[in-house]
């Protein structure tokens, strides 16, 4: 696998590699400064090393450093609680914790970037990686509760920015606005493709509705990444995101038909899109091109990639983007696919439906009830913001779905009414209840987990 930045900076390096607030830098001086800091990094010794970042231009230079010293990279959520972030840590054998942002925690060598410039330089041959060395380590939920850390090759990354490349059409000439967690893949997919396909990245510190319309229209973005409520809050103040704009790529089982219809009568170019820790970003999408989109398909598979559903309704996956395994838990394959724990089903078209995961499916008096089918249905009625159905223990049924609304406190009846019409009676809830604010993820999905141990268990 060749080097990608090494590569842009023999091509182009005089062209914009990353433009963030008033900095700019070129493929040149990010290779150079990259290859200096690599060095500083090789003199530490460590196989592989933690970084607690945020979007910055420092963290992207961290990561290129880290790519070119080949270091493998564990990404730590800014979120997570000093717990959670060293048992992680412990469980890759972690020692050492390069951070871009104020950062203390026991038990860890933790070096600031700018101390970096203290260590001593060792000198270094940059080349060629294999195909399977790890590039990126990241955590991902477990059914036993305990994060799972994803191995990501270069092979891994590489062929998920050729997939998306396939069905997003971005090029070299492309302008992508990078607003998604540098340490999630959906951020780290961003800086990865766009220096493969040697474009510009504009790159955002935090989500802000009216610095983001003023950035897609001052650098002329063709293409970015928003999570569901991004695009949402954008919508609620304008619909003008520039004639220039060719993509908005979304989080496929997150949207809601609501959003994507809202996106579509403005004349968006939306592609809702489906992919996870485990391949490296997107497997499947659709674009607004397809007269499909409003059905509540996430897209068909890219065309790396193949898909299919085993006799237990279980998407299964085999492509090059996916991981070849998890570093503290056995892999689960069948046939050489992942089985990846989705529900799922895919039509006579190829067009792939989640139905949920297997672990949220609520199996209520022998009936298979699937959480998302009633959320769906909830999300059509008038002033209902969010939603969750979460799963509860019922005495009667063995499992029932219990719904969780943000919205107006006075549509219970519309709700329910609604339900009535468009739900098996099997598959109504047992309760709802108004909260104030349905718990998100760190990319702006919902969590049924967090939800149902917040509100629900210890009730």
Not at 31 to 44: P, Q
Not at 167 to 186: A, K, T
Not at 259 to 270: F, G, S, T, W, Y
Not at 379 to 391: A, L, S, T
């Amino acid at each position: 696998m060749e080097n990608w930045l090494k590569k842009a900076y023999e091509d182009v390096p005089e062209k914009t590699a990353v433009k963030y607030g008033e900095e700019t830098i070129t493929y040149k001086v990010l290779y150079e400064e990259a290859l200096a800091l690599a060095g500083k990094i090789k003199s530490l010794g460590e196989k592989r090393i933690g970084v607690y970042i945020y979007n910055s231009l420092e963290s992207l230079k961290l990561i290129h450093a880290l790519m070119q010293a080949q270091v493998e990279i564990v990404f730590i959520n800014t979120r997570l609680t000093h717990r959670e972030i060293t048992v992680q840590l412990e469980d890759v054998d972690v020692s050492t914790i390069i951070a871009t942002k104020p950062f203390e925690i026991d038990g860890f060598e933790i070096i600031g970037f700018e101390a970096l410039d203290q260590l001593e330089s060792v000198d270094f041959e940059t080349g060629p990686v294999e195909e399977d060395d790890t590039l990126s380590i990241m955590f991902t939920s477990g059914t036993t509760g305990r994060a799972k850390a994803v191995r990501q090759t270069y092979l891994n990354h590489y062929a998920s920015a050729k997939g998306c490349k396939s069905r997003f059409g971005y090029d070299m000439d492309s302008v992508w606005l990078q607003i998604n967690p540098i340490f999630h893949i959906s951020g780290l997919s961003i800086v990865i493709r766009t220096v493969i396909v040697q474009c510009t990245n504009i790159l955002v510190d935090k989500f802000d509705e009216e610095e983001i319309f003023i950035l897609l229209k001052k650098n002329s973005v063709t293409h970015t990444s928003l999570v569901p409520i991004m695009l949402e809050r954008l919508l609620a103040i304008s619909n003008d995101f520039g004639s220039q704009l060719k993509g908005i790529l979304l989080g496929g089982a997150g949207v809601t038909k609501n959003v994507l219809k809202e996106a579509l009568d403005n004349r968006l170019p939306v592609y809702n899109s489906f992919g996870m820790t485990e391949t490296c970003s997107q497997i499947v999408s659709i674009s607004y091109h397809d007269e499909k989109i409003l059905d509540g398909t996430v897209g068909k598979a890219l065309e790396n990639v193949n898909i299919k559903v085993d006799d237990n309704d279980e998407l299964l996956v085999k492509a090059d983007n996916v991981t070849p395994g998890y570093l503290n838990a056995p892999i689960e394959q069948k046939d050489g696919y992942f089985k990846t724990g989705d529900l799922a089903h895919i039509d006579g078209e190829g067009y792939l439906y989640i139905l949920d995961r297997r672990k949220d499916l609520i199996i209520s008096g022998g009936e298979n009830i699937y959480p998302k089918e009633i959320e769906d249905r909830v999300h059509e009625v008038v002033g209902v913001e969010r939603c969750v159905v979460v799963k509860v223990k019922s005495a009667k049924w063995g499992e029932a779905p219990l719904l969780l609304v943000q919205g107006e406190k006075d549509i219970e009846e519309d709700i329910l009414n609604h339900l009535n019409k468009t739900l098996a009676r099997y598959k109504m809830p047992k309760d709802i209840r108004f909260v104030d604010d349905i718990i998100m993820t760190s990319t702006g999905k919902v969590s049924r987990q967090q939800n149902f141990e917040y509100y629900i268990k210890e009730k």
